[in-house]
Every structure is written in C-alpha cells, then in structure tokens.
C-alpha cells in the first residue's frame, strides 16, 4: 500500500491536487495500517462498525483528531427492506414474489436493516424453504435461519 500512497503524492503535486484513496473493508486493517503521515493524501475509510472502535484507540489519537467527517449507515427501513430484497430478487430473473410479509419482517428485524445481513439471511431462508419443498419463502423458513444467526 506504501507504494500507491507514493504514486499519489507524486501525481498529486504534479497536478496540485490532492488525492484521495478510498480504502473499503478498512476495519480490517491494524492501527499501523491506518495512520501514516501523509499530508498530501486524503482517504475515506469504509469498514464495518469495529472500525469506529479502532479509530478511538489511544494509539490513533491524532489520526481520530484529523478526521473531518464520520458517517454511520443506519439499517433500513421495513418497507426498504421489503424494496430491496424486490430488487435483487429483480435482478436474478424472478419479479414474482418469492417471500411471504413475515419472513421480511423477522429478517430485517434480525438483521437490523443492515444489507450484508439481510442479503445473507434471505439466501438462507431460501435455501431453507428450497429444502422443505416449498415455493415461497414462508415465516417458519425466516425463523429457522434467524434463530440459527441469533445463537
């Protein structure tokens, strides 16, 4: 990563821009990872929750004091939920309805709203309903994957 930050303070001052590196997954990276002292790069940093806990580490005191913006996604709504889990239905080649009203609700309930989540849970319950041999993902199907999750 040493190298692309040098790449870009190069091509910054040749331009007199300054870059900006866009790091995802960056709570998988470790404090020595996320603070450099390079002034003439700007990044955002998207991770997961732990992150915010890893950037209040005493050790990341001065990078946490440069930080301009923090952002937290909230989890989505019921009827964003219910919308996108339409869409990526959509998407795969099936606009017929394939989840019953409860099951959305016990999965974006578990899932908090949170997308990774409600991707992983609707798969499962439609792999849950797939095994029952039934059609339609039904609540009994939802609450199998969901009580699986919650232990």
Same mark, same amino acid.
């Not at 040493?2 to 910054?12: D, P, Q, S």
């Not at 996320?34 to 998207?46: G, I």
């Not at 996604?73 to 339409?86: D, L, R």
């Given at each position: 990563?040493?190298?692309?930050?040098?790449?870009?303070?190069?091509?910054?001052?040749?331009?007199?821009?300054?870059?900006?590196?866009?790091?995802?997954?960056?709570?998988?990276?470790?404090?020595?990872?996320?603070?450099?002292?390079?002034?003439?790069?700007?990044?955002?940093?998207? /991770?997961? +929750?732990?992150?915010?806990? @890893?950037?209040?580490?005493?050790? %990341?005191?001065?990078?946490?004091? &440069?930080?301009?913006? $923090?952002?937290?996604?909230?989890?989505?709504?019921?009827?964003?939920?219910?919308?996108?889990?339409?869409?990526?239905?959509?998407?795969? /080649?099936? +606009?017929?309805?394939?989840? @019953?009203?409860?099951?959305?609700? %016990?999965?974006?309930?578990?899932? &908090?709203?949170?997308? $990774?989540?409600?991707?992983?849970?609707?798969?499962?319950?439609?792999?849950?309903?797939?095994?029952?041999?039934?059609?339609?993902?039904?609540?009994?199907?939802?609450?199998?994957?969901?009580?699986?999750?919650?232990?």
């Amino acid at each position: 990563m040493r190298t692309g930050v040098m790449e870009a303070e190069t091509l910054g001052e040749e331009r007199g821009r300054t870059p900006v590196l866009v790091v995802d997954e960056a709570h998988l990276m470790s404090y020595e990872q996320l603070w450099t002292r390079t002034p003439a790069l700007s990044c955002l940093l998207v /991770g997961q +929750p732990t992150l915010r806990r @890893t950037m209040k580490l005493a050790v %990341l005191a001065a990078l946490e004091q &440069r930080t301009a913006l $923090r952002y937290t996604m909230p989890g989505m709504t019921s009827t964003e939920t219910t919308s996108y889990v339409a869409h990526h239905l959509k998407i795969a /080649g099936r +606009p017929d309805q394939l989840f @019953t009203e409860d099951p959305l609700t %016990l999965i974006r309930a578990t899932s &908090r709203g949170y997308p $990774r989540a409600v991707n992983n849970l609707s798969l499962q319950a439609l792999v849950a309903a797939f095994a029952t041999g039934k059609n339609l993902v039904d609540e009994a199907a939802a609450r199998a994957v969901s009580e699986v999750v919650g232990d």
